[in-house]
């Protein structure tokens, strides 16, 4: 608890003692000292918001309502109008201060100082005082204060915070280290390479804090009904205190303004104002939790309206890495015979493909290829324990005029000729995620009615990945240029023309971009994808595309709850109390009741 808070704890409980005594007595002293120990912030917040031109707001309508009961000789409601008004307040900051503190200790990946190097002495420093290849030094248990690379050491890192991913990265020599993440094991000797402000813990607490601008439209809505509602409440005061007893034979003028304070007090719409905020900003820190940065409120709302999803697929329904898929073999070749020549024929080669060879064999000397060679746009040749090795494609195949099998296969086929024979076929084909089908089958289960892939390969693999992940459109052979105009197609034929891109962040900038929410997926300090996208999964875990969206539906679903249930008690009460069968108490309890269920409901958010 602050100073701020105790103090108004202490002042509470001494306007509180007051009004009992007063109560009790009957003496007025009493409720005039209550009165001004509970309300003088609340006057002078009034006065001020009159001298600058915000006449109705909570404040005044408090005012204007105690002072009412007070003319009407209602001493103890006068008093408790202020008091309960007090002790709403006071709940609701404690409240909102708890859900930031919450979110601020999510996000509490900012390191505090750095074990700068020196002439080989340690010297701490503020991150903020690193330069680009300055050394430091990071100790187990440390935060990384910037981006930097391992020159020295061997640890693991608990990126949790960043990724929400529980188990630890193996970082030694040459990795590159990101700023948020926390050294584990061992000491690290790290160069930076990123000034704070570039480095990535830097990104991810301004893209936290500055979530808030981007306001939903169902906070703008708060917003703006706020500005006419109270204008009319008070309009709708004015004439039950003044019309009744002007019209009407028989009816007193005190009646009628005690009737219109009731009005007045349950109309304050602080439940509204502060409710609605506190759950987009809580379901906003939520994601935060899971390695999901939302960078506005209004991306959440949007994702929670979206009924198709497009992706890329290399890299997000795909790993990106190439493997080995199948091992076919002819002229009593056996398939370790056929990798092993394979692996040795492709060992000097830096192809993905080559590379997917060789770490599936795992056992080659490179020394024992002689005469390597690249045939561009074919494959490769060399020499391996004295006889020719040739790998490559249908074409090389073609030219060695050599007899084989064009099988349909899904992948890169790598036939492979060995002293003139024919051993067989090596296929080689990008994986698949093993999340990827149970994620569109969760999102179809979420209601998306639409699934699209986006990519620039064969139409037969493309359909294949799609059949088998059960995604239902399938737009192939795309140059990155046709990936825009591809889903700008996809945007006037979707309904509602809401539609979400999930890729790597990295080569779909203009996509996702030009989609109405651009997720960037795997992005674990990738600026691309910071920069590009509305959202970015840090972790590579498409699964988490799902739980975003599931996070964006609930915490809209309880922003929803809070309106209809704050609007609906209010109306209630207000029309009871025109009627004259509510009193002041109830309007009060109403009202600080009504805010601080709509403010626990809000926190729920924060455990989404």
């Known amino acids: 608890m602050t100073k701020s808070q105790k103090f108004d704890l202490v002042k509470i409980f001494a306007a509180a003692a007051l009004f009992i005594g007063g109560y009790a007595t009957d003496i007025i002293w009493f409720f005039i000292a209550a009165y001004v120990i509970a309300g003088y912030r609340t006057i002078i917040e009034a006065v001020m918001g009159i001298v600058r031109g915000q006449l109705l707001d909570e404040n005044f309508l408090m005012t204007i309502a105690s002072l009412g ?57 503020e991150p903020e005082e690193l330069a680009l290849g300055d050394l430091i030094l990071v100790k187990p248990g440390e935060k990384i204060p910037v981006d930097g690379i391992v020159i020295e050491g061997n640890s693991s890192l608990d990126t949790a915070a960043l990724t929400g991913e529980s188990v630890p990265r193996d970082v030694g020599i040459d990795n590159e280290i990101i700023s948020g993440t926390i050294n584990l094991t061992g000491v690290l000797k790290v160069k930076v390479t990123k000034l ?54 028989g009816q007193h003028f005190d009646d009628w303004l005690y009737r219109a304070m009731i ?30 940065l939302v960078k506005g409120s209004n991306y959440l709302e ?30 009593d070749a056996t398939e370790d015979h056929l990798l092993e020549i394979a692996a040795h024929g492709e060992s000097l080669s830096n192809h993905p493909i080559a590379l997917s060879i060789v770490q599936h064999f795992g056992k080659v000397d490179s020394s024992q290829v002689t005469n390597y060679e690249e045939i561009s746009g074919k494959g490769v040749s060399g020499i391996y324990k004295g006889k020719k090795i040739y790998c490559g494609n249908s074409r090389l195949m073609q030219d060695l005029d050599v007899k084989f099998n064009a099988p349909a296969e899904i992948g890169s086929v790598v036939h492979v000729v060995y002293g003139g024979t024919y051993l067989g076929y090596i296929v080689v084909a990008d994986t698949i995620r093993e999340n990827s089908a149970a994620t569109i089958k969760d999102l179809m289960h979420l ?31 795309l140059l990155p240029e ?118 626990l409901n809000a926190m729920r958010a924060l455990k989404l």
């Open 482 to 599: 046709d990936k825009v105009t591809s889903l700008e197609s996809v945007l006037h034929t979707s309904q509602k023309g809401r539609l979400v891109f999930v890729g790597d962040g990295i080569n779909d900038a203009p996509v996702l971009a030009r989609a109405d929410v651009g997720i960037a997926m795997g992005a674990f300090g990738s600026d691309a994808a910071i920069e590009a996208s509305d959202v970015v999964i840090m972790a590579d875990d498409i699964s988490k595309l799902v739980t975003v969206t599931r996070i964006a539906r609930k915490t809209l679903r309880i922003c929803k709850q809070n309106v209809i249930f704050a609007l609906a008690v209010k109306f209630a009460i207000m029309a009871l109390g025109a009627l004259g069968m509510a009193t002041m108490w109830d309007a009060v309890f109403a009202d600080v009741g009504v805010a601080f269920i709509a403010i």
């Open 69 to 125: 009961a007070a003319y009407c000789r209602d001493y103890p409601e006068a008093v408790a109008v202020m008091l309960f008004y007090q002790v709403g307040e006071f709940f609701e900051h404690c409240a909102v201060n708890n859900s930031r503190k919450s979110i601020a200790d999510l996000m509490d990946i900012k390191a505090e100082f750095a074990n700068k190097l020196v002439d080989g002495k340690e010297i701490t420093v």
């Open 196 to 249: 704070y402000e570039d480095s990535t813990v830097a990104k991810v607490l301004d893209l936290v804090e500055n979530s808030g601008s981007r306001k939903a439209s169902v906070e703008k809505f708060i917003t703006k009904f706020a500005h006419y509602y109270t204008p009319i409440v008070v309009g709708l005061a004015i004439l039950l205190a003044l019309v009744p007893p002007l019209l009407l034979s």
């Open 263 to 292: 009005f007045l007090v349950i109309s304050c719409p602080c439940a509204l104002v502060i409710s609605v905020p506190l759950s987009l900003f809580a379901g906003v820190g939520s994601a935060s939790k899971q390695g999901i």
């Open 447 to 477: 209601g998306a009615e639409q699934t699209i892939m986006l990519t620039g390969d064969r139409q037969e693999i493309a359909e294949a990945v799609a059949s088998e992940i059960g995604i239902t459109n399938v737009l192939s052979e």
């Open 302 to 331: 949007a994702l929670a309206h979206v009924k198709a999803f497009a992706f890329d697929k290399t890299g997000t329904l795909t790993t990106g890495k190439f493997a080995v898929t199948k091992v076919h073999t002819m002229a």
